[in-house]
């Protein structure tokens, strides 16, 4: 397979896993009642754990190896991750996930690291990249908008979905940059386990953790699953088909929850989980993304290059 179509697949695994962690956090906060830091903070630490731990030896080394510069950018990579995990699930609490999914990963995020990755990167789409990318922002839209109500109030709700946003799209171009020196696993391992270490410090300090109990406990480690593989296969796209189309493709997340969470209801139709109000739409705004995704394919690929470093 191509190095550009492996990687593009890549990136759609990543859309799948976070779709699937998206319901299991919609479900842990609304129908186990977890904490809000906890669930924001647990999961990244136990994923930073399994992925330090599948490559210790790299780990170690990783470590060891970063200088002053190297140390600042994963600090503050790690320090914008956790500050967009902060304010996307308060955004989440207070406008809902639709309206945060339009906002925010389904739009905005996608606009920003297309920007910074032209300013920073050096990044420049084709025309057809570009519509492309169109395609799948219009897919999403058509996916998470309530046409009923056409306006997007800009309260605390929405202004934090915009600012988290930009600090995950900030943090993603730091990433880009450290792939080009440092292997894939170990700082997906640190990136998670450092900004969940930043979260869990910054609910203590503010007094908003309570403790779950044992099996809540239990649902927030197995949780732990879910980032470890989607930041994995996140990251392995950004040296190969860059920050943009990475970005890009991980917009699909929003139409791929929607798919899961048919998935849920059919299974447990009592389950406590918001559809958009026209599902007929949901499954149109499919069919656009799509067409997107199969434009960034129809670009000339690349012959196969070496497979990131693990």
Request: hydrophobic share 60%.
């Amino acid at each position: 397979m191509l190095v550009r179509s492996k990687y593009i697949l890549v990136v759609l695994m990543s859309a799948l896993i976070v779709a699937f962690e998206t319901v299991a956090i919609e479900g842990a906060l609304n129908i186990a009642n977890l904490n809000l830091y906890l669930v924001s903070s647990i999961p990244s630490l136990v994923g930073g754990c399994i992925l330090m731990g599948m490559c210790p030896r790299g780990t170690a080394a990783f470590v060891k190896s970063l200088d002053g510069k190297g140390w600042a950018l994963t600090l503050a990579m790690c320090g914008f991750v956790a500050a967009g995990v902060i304010l996307w699930f308060d955004a989440v609490s207070r406008i809902g996930a639709s309206k945060e999914a339009i906002l925010g990963g389904g739009s905005s995020e996608v606009l920003f690291v297309v920007v910074l990755s032209a300013v920073f990167l050096k990044e420049r789409l084709t025309w057809l990249e570009g519509l492309g990318s169109l395609l799948i922002i219009l897919g999403v839209f058509l996916v998470l908008a309530d046409f009923e109500t056409l306006s997007l109030p800009a309260g605390v709700g929405e202004t934090e979905a915009i600012l988290s946003s930009f600090c995950l799209g900030i943090s993603i171009i730091i990433s880009t940059v450290l792939l080009r020196v440092y292997q894939l696993t170990p700082l997906s391992g640190i990136e998670l386990f450092v900004s969940g270490i930043m979260v869990v410090s910054f609910g203590l300090a503010t007094g908003l953790v309570t403790a779950p109990d044992a099996a809540g406990l239990a649902l927030l480690v197995l949780l732990g699953l879910f980032p470890a593989a989607g930041l994995l296969t996140y990251n392995a796209g950004l040296p190969k088909i860059g920050a943009s189309l990475t970005s890009v493709l991980f917009a699909l997340t929003g139409i791929m929850t929607v798919g899961v969470q048919l998935l849920v209801l059919a299974l447990y139709p009592d389950a406590d989980i918001i559809l958009p109000r026209s599902v007929a739409i949901a499954i149109l705004g499919g069919m656009v993304a799509f067409l997107g995704v199969y434009l960034l394919h129809k670009k000339k690929a690349v012959r196969a290059a070496p497979a990131a470093d693990v």
